[in-house]
């Protein structure tokens, strides 16, 4: 029995092949079936827009490599795949679970999505006892991680970054603020802003129509023509669009006495950087932000370097977990097979003699003994055995087990 994972991810593959192995509910449920056609019964396939990767127990080479064809099969094409078994597919399990492979590093959201692929597959009846320890071993060390080292307290995302800006600059009590943009920038940092206690939020495009997509309740709709207009009634403008022009110039700006910030998050930029020479106006640029994003990113760095530590441990101990699983299921079998062998040799000895009851009792405690015996050495040696030298004894065993 060993653990082990195979997939693409975006660290191997481009975004046009991660899109061939992209999985759907339904076509992860097919997946799962056929696995039982080459008697894989426990396998996880985590599928999200920057990786798809199958987490499966297995027996033998021939039903990893049968995995790995019914993988490429459910894709419809021939990609490249990495691989990882044993000890090593169990870290990378939950370092992947704890952020150390997402493009945003040591982001919370890859926790969820693993999560939700574990409880479709046991919903599917494709996790046993051996995988539900794993994975649950797996959602408890990270999310000690994150309770110990607290890594979420150091945000990478610029529109996030920029929300901690504005509040230390400006208070955002009944503060009326203007985005201008209709982008995935503009939708997120909308999302922050909606959570404030703000007295107007207003959302300037080129587009009407896009800009409802990224709308909520209580938001106001300003054409972008008459951008300069609501300028004058805002304490903070955010712009984020996609214009290769200035949208906002020193020259057209109103005459103002209200302090006001201007947050850029364009590239190129969309506001007249000069325009911070009128004392009510302040200028924050993405090279402003972008540091303090570096910043973070070193942080979470060296905490989750610190950190590794911890996962490292858990992800050991729960593969000896999984190996102790197994010998004892073979220690458990050499018994059986030990009691099985006495029965039988009881049965044959008792159809060739003549023996009486009692005759028969001393025989059957004679055969038990002696059989049992046979196999204590055996189950001794394994339970002494370590690493590698426990696992190849094992497989001598089960062969042995499998033979007659």
């Not at 660290?11 to 696995?35: G, P």
């Not at 926790?111 to 794993?134: E, F, P, T, V």
């Amino acid at each position: 029995m060993e653990f082990g994972v195979l997939g693409v991810s975006y660290k191997e593959a481009s975004v046009d092949i991660r899109d061939l192995t992209a999985f759907t509910d339904t076509e992860k449920m097919e997946l799962y079936n056929q696995l039982l056609d080459i008697a894989i019964t426990q396998a996880v396939l985590v599928s999200t827009c920057n990786r798809s990767e199958l987490y499966i127990i297995y027996e033998t080479r021939k039903q990893l490599d049968e995995a790995k064809r019914l993988f490429l099969q459910a894709a419809n094409h021939s990609v490249p795949l990495f691989l990882k078994t044993g000890r090593d597919a169990v870290l990378y399990l939950f370092e992947v679970a704890a952020g150390y492979h997402s493009m945003v590093l040591g982001e919370d959201q890859i926790l969820g999505q693993i999560q939700s692929s574990y409880l479709l597959a046991d919903q599917c009846h494709a996790c046993q006892k051996q995988l539900h320890r794993i994975f649950q071993s797996c959602f408890a060390a990270v999310k000690q991680l994150k309770a110990t080292y607290k890594i979420s307290e150091h945000p990478l995302s610029i529109a996030y970054l920029a929300i901690k800006s504005i509040r230390r600059t400006v208070s955002l009590d009944n503060a009326s603020i203007l985005v201008i943009g209709s982008g995935e920038m503009a939708s997120l940092m909308l999302q922050y802003l909606q959570e404030e206690p703000l007295s107007a939020l207003y959302v300037c495009s080129r587009s009407k129509e896009k800009a409802k997509r990224v709308m909520a309740s209580r938001m106001d709709f300003i054409p972008f023509e008459k951008r300069y207009e609501i300028l004058e009634q805002c304490d903070v403008i955010c712009s984020m669009t996609a214009s290769p022009h200035r949208i906002l110039r020193k020259e057209d700006m109103p005459q103002t006495q209200r302090k006001q910030l201007y947050v850029d998050l364009a590239m190129p930029r969309d506001i007249d950087p000069d325009i911070a020479d009128d004392a009510w106006r302040t200028v924050i640029d993405i090279d402003h932000l972008q540091q303090e994003a570096d910043d973070q990113l070193q942080k979470r760095k060296s905490l989750l370097q610190q950190a590794h530590g911890m996962l490292e441990q858990a992800a050991q101990e729960a593969y000896e977990r999984l190996q102790g699983q197994q010998m004892d299921e073979l220690i458990q079998s050499l018994q059986q097979r030990s009691e099985q062998m006495a029965a039988d040799t009881f049965a044959l000895l008792q159809s060739k003699l003549q023996l009486n009851s009692h005759e028969e009792q001393v025989l059957k405690k004679v055969l038990h003994t002696s059989f049992l015996r046979m196999v204590k050495e055996p189950m001794l040696t394994l339970k002494k055995a370590k690493g590698q030298d426990q696992r190849l004894y094992a497989q001598v065993l089960e062969t042995m087990l499998k033979g007659d």
